[in-house]
Nanobody
Framework: QVQLVESGGGLVQPGGSVRLSCAASGSIFSIYSMGWYRQAPGKQRELVAHIISGGNTNYADSVKGRFTISRDNAKNTVDLQMNSLKPEDTAVYYC???????????????WGQGTQVTVSS
């Protein structure tokens, strides 16, 4: 069993910054990738950013240049630094991780409970 716990989020003014953190725990052998998705009201869940074990990152076009994803492989954590926030960034943000729990078994995705980020003046 793997648990992902997000922290951070809340209400922030446009142009402000928020840092989200996620910690994975449980029966973890290795984590191939970690990332963040978000779901805005009335919208489908979308990829925000993810980072693989080798350090390569991918970002949604809408957040490039504003958001930065990073991970600490030793601590099994991933952060999302969100700068220059816009009202359209308002969403529930979900942490995800592709985790191998048993040696030799391919990783599978696990999800956190989500944390609300509201960008409004």
């Amino acid at each position: 069993q793997v648990q992902l716990v997000e922290s951070g989020g809340g209400l922030v003014q446009p142009g402000g910054s928020v840092r989200l953190s996620c910690a994975a725990s449980g029966s973890i052998f290795s984590i191939y990738s970690m990332g963040w998705y978000r779901q805005a009201p009335g919208k489908q869940r979308e990829l925000v950013a993810h980072i693989i074990s080798g350090g390569n990152t991918n970002y949604a076009d809408s957040v490039k240049g504003r958001f930065t994803i990073s991970r600490d492989n030793a601590k099994n954590t991933v952060d999302l630094q969100m700068n220059s926030l816009k009202p359209e960034d308002t969403a529930v943000y979900y942490c995800t991780a592709a985790v191998t729990t048993i040696f030799g078994i391919p990783p599978r995705d696990y999800w956190g409970q989500g944390t609300q980020v509201t960008v409004s003046s």
